[in-house]
């Protein structure tokens, strides 16, 4: 079966890291790029960061730079995402989405973790 | 920075009615990257239409989109009781992908 799951959410503190890392099954990791995408409790979808199937180009959203870090291991058909001075609106549910490439659309999409900063 | 802006916010409709949903971009967007998403609650978002008017495998026909430049539509022909959720379109034509506020369609 071809699906992606996530893992490593769980309640933080504001200012501490958190790692979450999504498991690929059922095709080729390497030759899909993957993104995170969250939704804040009871909003709509916004996207955070993707990385190209060799981890040659990386992108992020505004609200992140500088404190997030993707990154994948594709002998281990898994991506991550390193999340630094976590903050309050960084509570959501965290998607991982796969995609052809860093121009194509999302075509399958995990479950979700919740990650909830709070003190 | 794209900005998607979706219409109507809810949308209360019957099975068997016909649905009209509204994406409209702050910018021309290439008809190539743009997707609509079905989203039930507790899961995880479902593609239904990429490229703007191509239907993801699956997908049944009474579902389509359409559009061009800023305005873009998806319409579902004959509403079907499993298809009441909230619906997103996205721009995926590269960084920052951007995503509706999405509208909900209820019955």
């Known amino acids: 079966e071809v699906q992606l799951v996530e893992s490593g959410g769980g309640l933080v503190q504001p200012g501490r890291s958190l790692r979450l890392s999504c498991a690929a099954s059922g095709f080729t990791f390497d030759d899909y790029a993957v993104h995170w995408v969250r939704q804040a409790p009871g909003k709509g979808l916004e996207w955070v960061s993707g990385?190209?199937?060799?981890?040659?180009?990386?992108g992020y959203a505004d609200s992140v730079k500088g404190r997030f870090t993707i990154s994948r291991d594709n002998a281990k058909n898994s991506l991550y995402l390193q999340m630094n001075s976590l903050r309050a609106e960084d509570t959501a549910l965290y998607y991982c989405a796969k995609a052809t490439s860093l121009l194509s659309v999302f075509d399958l999409w995990g479950r979700g973790t919740l990650v909830t900063v709070s003190s | 920075e794209i900005v998607l802006t979706q219409s109507p916010g809810t949308l209360s409709l019957s099975p068997g009615e016909r649905a009209t949903l509204s994406c409209r971009a702050s910018?021309?967007?290439?008809?190539?990257?743009l997707a609509w998403y079905q989203q039930k609650p507790g899961q995880a978002p479902r593609l239904l239409i990429y490229?703007?008017?191509s239907r993801a495998t699956g997908i049944p026909g009474r579902f389509s989109g359409s559009g061009s430049g800023t305005d873009f539509t998806l319409t579902i022909s004959r509403l079907e009781p499993e298809d009441f959720a909230v619906y997103f379109c996205q721009h995926y034509g590269g960084s920052p992908y951007s995503f509706g506020q999405g509208t909900k369609l209820e019955i």
């Open positions: 990385i190209s199937l060799n981890s040659g180009s990386t």
């Open positions: 490229d703007a008017s």
């Open positions: 910018q021309s967007v290439s008809s190539s990257y």
